[in-house]
């Protein structure tokens, strides 16, 4: 069993940054977490559950969203057992819970139901 947790979100104005974090508990959390492609959704009001970032478990590789390349960046460290989302230039339709997680297929496209392991999730509000 792998246990996922998010932190960082908040309230932000429009053209700030945040960082979220994504980070794994329980003592055999930090081998499994290292074999784990990760990724990041977000729930935006009214809409469905949609991929944000994604990283293969070497962390070489990572795909991003079309709404998101370019101002998001997606990291790991691996030994931390922790993935990062670098928002930069965030903007009003950023506005979203995200939510972390682990396990799952990480490629062009990326899909929640291929993910088994979940966060609660991180509320990131950004303000016009």
């Known amino acids: 069993q792998v246990e996922v947790m998010e932190s960082g979100g908040g309230l932000v104005q429009a053209g700030e940054s945040l960082r979220l974090s994504c980070t794994a508990s329980g003592s055999t959390s930090r081998l499994r977490f290292g074999d784990l492609n990760i990724a990041w959704f977000r729930q935006r009001p009214g809409k469905e559950r949609e991929g944000v970032s994604c990283?293969?478990?070497?962390?070489?590789?990572?795909f991003y969203a079309d709404s998101v390349k370019g101002r998001f960046t997606i990291s790991r460290d691996n030994a931390e057992s922790s993935v990062y989302l670098q928002m930069n230039t965030l903007k009003p339709d950023d506005t979203a819970m995200y939510y972390c997680?682990?396990?799952?297929?990480?490629?062009?496209?990326?899909?929640?139901?291929?993910?088994?392991?979940w966060g609660q999730g991180t509320q990131v509000t950004v303000s016009s």
């Open positions: 997680a682990a396990g799952g297929f990480c490629s062009g496209s990326w899909e929640p139901g291929t993910y088994p392991y």
């Open positions: 990283i293969l478990w070497r962390g070489t590789t990572s």
